[in-house]
């Protein structure tokens, strides 16, 4: 959910839940630059939030990372060790969905003293509804494709996000990006690319070793699912951002009817795939172990966090976190999932990781772009 809130930068204003030190005054007017927190306080002489002494830019890095590798992680592990996957996972997309908006409520009813934010305007709640569908499609699919292919890969292959943002800007939006964006997809594309055939030549050994094609289809399957998972997340933050110009809605209101949204036509899912017989025959908890839980609460507490992000700290921040949170994914894949390394996934890294940093105007390449 990164590109949604990313696209939110100048409603998160009032929506952060860490106060500065008393020290730190920061004026509406400079909330409004759309600037961080931390800059803010910079340019006016003044010293920026911190949390023990620490810089808060740094916890808020820890986080994201941690957050972006862990859910993965978590995710793989609910859907590939034995004991853990019995569970039906569009219960657990309502239940993440459920405690986002739950946090939501008490936030808004904590900041504002009231939830009526969230229907005072009719009209554009109702405009909430498509990006909550695609979110809900791109939850789903996630918990399928994550079954399929191995957490290092597919944290990489998800940040294929950000090509189709790039796509989708420039369709829907009439943006024109300039040349080290087109540089910075064109080379996270190669990037995606040489980490699944790497992948692909190591499935095809195994499929020798045991006269079949499985694990290359699996691998397939799961390349073409995460694709389009990355696709509809993409497409629901650049629509939320088109539907948003001109329009003051907090980012917590958002996020609530968001939420509820997604919490009420979830049952569709649930329902199209067969699994709410099962659910009203053994329980919608079935299958819960505390693994389940916490990759429910990651993921819950996920997007939420994002707001804390644009709050504190900046768009490098959010670059690091996620080259941070691949190199992590994939070390932990080695523990954890008997994961191996190749050349050819470390090549493939490496240029997604740098096309993250171009696309975003904070690295050259060959003299062409200009930061």
């Known amino acids: 959910?990164?590109?949604?809130?990313?696209?939110?930068?100048?409603?998160?204003?009032?929506?952060?839940?860490?106060?500065?030190?008393?020290?730190?005054?920061?004026?509406?007017?400079?909330?409004?630059?759309?600037?961080?927190?931390?800059?803010?306080?910079?340019?006016?002489?003044?010293?920026?939030?911190?949390?023990?002494?620490?810089?808060?830019?740094?916890?808020?890095?820890?986080?994201?990372?941690?957050?972006?590798?862990?859910?993965?992680?978590?995710?793989?592990?609910?859907?590939?060790?034995?004991?853990?996957?019995?569970?039906?996972?569009q219960t657990a997309v309502i239940m993440q969905e459920f405690i986002k908006g739950l946090t939501c409520v008490l936030i808004l009813l904590h900041t504002e003293g009231t939830i009526q934010s969230a229907w005072a305007q009719p009209r554009e709640a109702l405009k909430t509804a498509v990006p909550a569908l695609l979110y809900l499609g791109q939850n789903n699919l996630q918990y399928v494709a994550?079954?399929?292919?191995?957490?290092?890969?597919?944290?990489?292959?998800?940040?294929?996000?950000?090509?189709?943002?790039?796509?989708?800007?420039?369709?829907?939006?009439?943006?024109?990006?300039?040349?080290?964006?087109?540089?910075?997809?064109?080379?996270?594309?190669?990037?995606?690319?040489?980490?699944?055939?790497?992948?692909?030549?190591?499935?095809?050994?195994?499929?020798?070793?045991?006269?079949?094609?499985a694990e290359v289809s699996q691998r397939a399957s799961g390349f073409f699912i995460i694709?389009?998972?990355?696709?509809?997340?993409?497409?629901?933050?650049?629509?939320?951002?088109?539907?948003?110009?001109?329009?003051r809605v907090s980012l917590w209101t958002r996020n609530l009817q968001l939420a509820g949204y997604s919490v009420i036509t979830a049952f569709i899912p649930l329902y199209a795939s067969g699994q709410l017989w099962l659910v009203l025959d053994k329980g919608f908890f079935y299958g819960y172990t505390s693994m389940t839980w916490a990759c429910i609460l990651l993921n819950a507490f996920g997007g939420l966090l994002v707001g804390t992000v644009i709050k504190y700290a900046d768009a490098v921040t959010k670059d690091v976190a996620i080259g941070a949170s691949i190199v992590l994914s994939s070390v932990a894949s080695t523990q954890l999932f008997n994961f191996e390394i190749s050349e050819g996934f470390v090549i493939g890294v490496m240029l997604v990781i740098y096309s993250v940093f171009l696309y975003g105007e904070r690295a050259t390449c060959c003299g062409m772009v200009t930061v």
């Open 146 to 213: 994550v079954g399929l292919l191995d957490a290092a890969t597919y944290t990489v292959t998800y940040q294929t996000k950000t090509i189709w943002s790039g796509i989708f800007t420039v369709f829907l939006l009439g943006r024109t990006l300039k040349s080290n964006k087109w540089l910075g997809l064109a080379m996270l594309s190669i990037g995606v690319g040489v980490v699944q055939l790497s992948g692909i030549a190591k499935a095809k050994e195994q499929d020798a070793s045991t006269g079949s094609d």
């Open 1 to 89: 959910e990164l590109v949604l809130f990313l696209s939110l930068n100048n409603l998160a204003q009032a929506t952060t839940a860490v106060t500065p030190p008393p020290t730190q005054k920061i004026m509406p007017k400079d909330v409004e630059s759309g600037k961080p927190s931390e800059m803010v306080a910079s340019s006016n002489g003044e010293l920026p939030p911190t949390l023990f002494g620490i810089p808060l830019k740094h916890f808020v890095l820890i986080l994201l990372t941690v957050q972006n590798a862990g859910a993965v992680l978590l995710m793989r592990y609910t859907r590939s060790i034995p004991g853990e996957t019995e569970f039906i996972t």
């Open 227 to 247: 694709l389009f998972a990355a696709a509809l997340s993409s497409l629901a933050g650049v629509y939320f951002e088109m539907i948003l110009k001109g329009v």
